[in-house]
């Protein structure tokens, strides 16, 4: 079974309309739904309503949420990357997660389609295209 860590713009995304098709994330087969402390706060900082608040609680049902990571978790040199997201990044690997799905090309995307330290890091429309006939466009 696939361990998948979800960014905070994942989450964002998937609570804020009703009809995100990011949701797909959540009927995909063998796969488990896993994040952080961090990125949960972050995502919900940042919704509007008390609708999408919702939705973000509902989807986080069905997701494993762990602790902070130890800061000392082992990055890569040749990885550059902010301070500010090494949270995620970190907990994805310390969490044992096979995938990190992150909309966020500013500062991941140039690690698109790289493994770090055993977390292949993609955005949730590439996941979504080798796991169905129908990925987001």
């Known amino acids: 079974m696939d361990r998948v860590f979800l960014d905070a713009n994942v989450l964002f995304s998937a609570a804020y309309r009703e009809s995100s098709r990011l949701v ?3 009927r995909v087969p ?5 994040t ?7 995502a919900a900082r940042n919704l509007e309503s008390d609708e999408q608040l919702q939705r973000l609680s509902d989807l986080l049902r069905s997701v494993k949420i762990f602790d ?3 800061s000392d978790v082992d990055i890569p040199v040749e990885v550059i990357l902010p301070e500010k997201v090494l949270p995620i990044l ?6 044992n997660a096979t995938y990190l799905l992150t909309g966020d090309k500013t500062h991941f995307g140039q690690l ?3 493994t770090v ?12 295209a080798t796991r169905q006939s ?4």
């Open 24 to 26: 797909l994330l959540w």
């Open 30 to 34: 063998e796969v488990e739904l896993i």
């Open 36 to 42: 952080s402390e961090y990125v949960r706060g972050e």
């Open 68 to 70: 902070e990571p130890i």
């Open 90 to 95: 970190r907990a994805a690997i310390q969490s």
């Open 112 to 114: 698109y389609g790289t």
């Open 117 to 128: 330290n055993g977390v292949l890091i993609l955005s949730p429309a590439e996941f979504l």
């Open 134 to 137: 129908d990925p987001l466009p």
